[in-house]
């Protein structure tokens, strides 16, 4: 069983930034490959980035790529999502998701835990 709690959201201004962080229980963490997700309102949830549990795996949706960043400390239990140069469109609640295994890819089913999400809110 894996516990995931994201922080780091909030309101920011077009161009801006977030990180936001994702905190796991658990001693293995770095068997794990980690994703996030987003879910804006009226809209189905949607890929953003994926990271596996090797060095160099990750996978970003078109609509981010270039803009954010998706790491991890596997010292720390914790995944990151670096946001920059922030739009509107971005704003939505933005879920961290596990799967147990060394790669899971864009697909939602394919993640095992889910955490509650933190709000993203980006003003033009």
């Known amino acids: 069983q894996v516990q995931l709690v994201e922080s780091g959201g909030g309101l920011v201004q077009a161009g801006g930034s977030l990180r936001l962080s994702c905190a796991a229980s658990?001693?293995?963490?770095?068997?794990?490959?980690m994703g996030w997700f987003r879910q804006a309102p009226e809209k189905e949830r949607e890929f953003v980035a994926t990271?596996?549990?090797?060095?160099?795996?990750?996978a970003y949706a078109d609509s981010v790529k270039g803009r954010f960043a998706i790491s991890r400390d596997n010292a720390k239990n914790t995944v990151y999502l670096q946001m920059n140069s922030l739009k509107p469109e971005d704003t939505a609640v933005y879920y961290c998701?596990?799967?147990?295994?060394?790669?899971?890819?864009?697909?939602?089913?394919?993640?095992?835990?889910w955490g509650q999400g933190t709000q993203v809110t980006v003003s033009s």
């Open positions: 658990g001693r293995t963490f770095s068997s794990y490959s």
């Open positions: 998701a596990a799967h147990q295994g060394y790669y899971a890819g864009h697909r939602s089913y394919d993640y095992d835990y």
């Open positions: 990271i596996g549990t090797m060095v160099g795996s990750t």
